[in-house]
């Protein structure tokens, strides 16, 4: 079965210093997987795919196949990138296999 | 980019009535629609999958006759809670996919609450 493991509910940093969210998943073939990101009282946006390997508002995340992580990573965090952030793992035309999420929150 | 609206935004009805939410894809052709709803504090939880001009498909746990689904057309799908409940007060946001896989467009979701 597919699933999508974030395992910290919450991750609180001080504005500059880095960041990193943490998303591992298990699924047998070859995985698409996205970070989404959800600004307070705002729709979900796609943040990156991996397939991409971009970096989107100074995000990246490049996938681990040996370790099945996908890790969001910032050297810098900004106040505005304080919002919710889920990980997800498209095998295809199949529904979204979320992550539970992590509310990242930027300390000033 | 993909668009896909979702009206209403949010919708407060009284227990017994039922509600229809639309979600219609702009600029591309929504083969598959997902439907999910979230409680406060809790993550997306998928309710249905519904491809265009099939009966939808439903989680478990999640009542077909309650929230019907209907996806007619590529553009357009709806949700339909029936003799809606507070306790089926929350968060309903649509998503769609078209035939090229990048990745999903989601609705800007929709605010139900039943008193």
């Known amino acids: 079965a597919q699933r999508v493991t974030q395992p910290e509910k919450l991750l609180s940093v001080f504005k500059g210093a880095p960041v990193e969210l943490k998303c591992n998943y298990s699924y047998s073939g070859s995985p698409e997987l996205f970070w989404y990101v959800q600004y307070s009282r705002q729709r979900l946006q796609l943040l990156l795919r991996?397939?991409s390997r971009e970096s989107i508002k100074g995000f990246t995340a490049d996938l681990n196949k040996g370790e099945t992580s996908f890790h969001l990573k910032k050297p810098f965090a900004q106040e505005e990138d304080s919002a919710m952030y889920y990980c997800?793992?498209?095998?295809?035309?199949?529904?979204?296999?979320f992550g539970k999420g992590t509310r990242l929150s930027v300390i000033a | 980019g993909a668009v896909v609206s979702q009206h209403p935004s949010w919708v407060i009805c009284k227990s017994g009535t039922s509600v229809k939410i639309e979600c219609r894809s702009l600029?591309?052709?929504?083969?598959?629609m997902f439907w999910y709803r979230q409680f406060p504090k809790q993550s997306l939880m998928l309710m249905a999958t519904s491809n265009e001009g099939s009966k939808a498909t439903y989680e478990q746990g999640v009542e077909k006759d309650k929230f019907l689904i209907n996806h007619a057309s590529l553009t357009l799908s709806t949700l339909t809670v029936t003799s809606a409940h507070p306790e089926d007060s929350s968060f309903y946001i649509c998503?769609?996919?078209?035939?090229?896989?990048?990745?999903?467009?989601f609705g800007s979701g929709t605010r139900l609450t039943v008193v």
């Open positions: 998503s769609g996919q078209g035939t090229d896989n990048y990745g999903y467009t």
């Open positions: 991996h397939i």
């Open positions: 600029d591309f052709q929504a083969t598959t």
């Open positions: 997800d793992l498209n095998s295809g035309n199949t529904p979204l296999v």
